[in-house]
């Protein structure tokens, strides 16, 4: 008996029981054909469809300030996200889900970075730029990376 498995994303296996390993997000059928020894062929449409969905970064901006600083509320939005880590882009860090952040100095730009992974290692990563000074800090722009 023969086994030739098509996992939809253009790799295939001969072997009875194959492991595979989906590299990209999406939808992907999964077909199986099995020669016997009379060499009459089976072909096996999978009823169920494999889905594939890596994390995705995202956040939204919760900001106060005050005459001295700014007090920044960072609220993760992202998506099938297991672990999380910010650069606040003034030389700190987190590794909380949402953490709150307080910039001490006014510098004119802040660029902050979420990176986001899920339990396989897939990771997504945004960056958001804030302005702040002694008024409250403005999102000027979002780019997804």
């Given at each position: 008996?023969?086994?030739?498995?098509?996992?939809?994303?253009?790799?295939?296996?001969?072997?009875?029981?194959?492991?595979?390993?989906?590299?990209?997000?999406?939808?992907?059928?999964?077909?199986?054909?099995?020669?016997?020894?009379?060499?009459?062929?089976?072909?096996?449409?999978?009823?169920?469809?494999v889905r594939?969905?890596?994390?995705?970064?995202g956040f939204?901006?919760?900001?106060?300030?005050?005459?001295?600083?700014?007090?920044?509320?960072?609220?993760?939005?992202?998506?099938?996200?297991?672990?999380?880590?910010?650069?606040?882009?003034?030389?700190?860090?987190?590794?909380?889900?949402?953490?709150?952040?307080?910039?001490?100095?006014?510098?004119?730009?802040?660029?902050?970075?979420?990176?986001?992974?899920?339990?396989?290692?897939?990771?997504?990563?945004?960056?958001?730029?804030?302005?702040?000074?002694?008024?409250?800090?403005?999102?000027?722009?979002?780019?997804?990376?």
């Amino acid at each position: 008996m023969s086994f030739h498995w098509d996992f939809g994303d253009g790799e295939t296996s001969s072997q009875e029981f194959p492991s595979h390993t989906y590299l990209h997000p999406g939808v992907y059928s999964v077909f199986l054909e099995i020669t016997d020894s009379s060499n009459r062929i089976i072909e096996v449409h999978l009823d169920s469809i494999v889905r594939v969905s890596g994390p995705t970064a995202g956040f939204r901006v919760i900001q106060s300030t005050n005459c001295e600083q700014s007090i920044v509320t960072f609220v993760d939005t992202s998506r099938n996200a297991s672990q999380w880590f910010w650069n606040f882009g003034d030389s700190t860090t987190s590794t909380l889900q949402s953490p709150v952040h307080t910039y001490q100095s006014f510098q004119s730009n802040y660029i902050i970075t979420q990176t986001v992974s899920d339990t396989l290692g897939c990771t997504s990563t945004i960056s958001t730029s804030i302005y702040s000074n002694s008024q409250e800090p403005v999102l000027v722009t979002e780019t997804d990376v």
